[in-house]
């Protein structure tokens, strides 16, 4: 049986279960991942553990008591012209691709998302196929300057 997890400001993760989360998102998010010192950021974002943290949530799915599936998404502190949240890492366990994990995740978090959600997506990422099937649209090509 399937069994989600919703981690907020409200019910934070504890140390171990942060850990998991971070380890997970690094090894199953592939060449579309960051460091881990960096989705750690996140999820404490999120979970309003970090300095001027607008929140979030983290969402985890276990198959019994295997982790297959967890997202992070982050309040921006924005509406309308910026969605209020951003959808920033996603993954499912390598076994469980093509098996419905990742519309499963995403359809959970569009529910408890309060707001619009928005999300990056490398151009050949398979995963940008689903996202446009639950409706989410390409408005616009992102680019960054990056100071050094």
Not at 23 to 38: P, V
């Amino acid at each position: 049986m399937d069994v989600f997890t919703i981690y907020n400001e409200d019910l934070k993760p504890t140390k171990n279960e942060k850990e998991e989360i971070v380890a997970f998102l690094y090894e199953h998010l592939d060449e579309y991942g960051d460091k881990k010192k960096d989705i750690q950021k996140c999820l404490e974002f999120a979970v309003k553990e970090s300095e001027k943290a607008l929140g979030g949530f983290v969402l985890t799915l276990f198959e019994g008591d295997k982790l297959i599936g967890a997202t992070i998404v982050n309040k921006t502190g924005m509406s309308g012209y910026i969605p209020e949240n951003i959808l920033v890492y996603i993954a499912v366990h390598n076994s469980t691709r093509g098996k419905g994990v990742g519309k499963k995740i995403m359809q959970k978090a569009i529910e408890i998302a309060e707001g619009d959600i928005a999300l990056h997506v490398e151009p050949n990422n398979p995963a940008k196929h689903l996202y446009e099937k639950l409706g989410f649209e390409n408005k616009y090509l992102e680019m960054r300057y990056i100071k050094a």
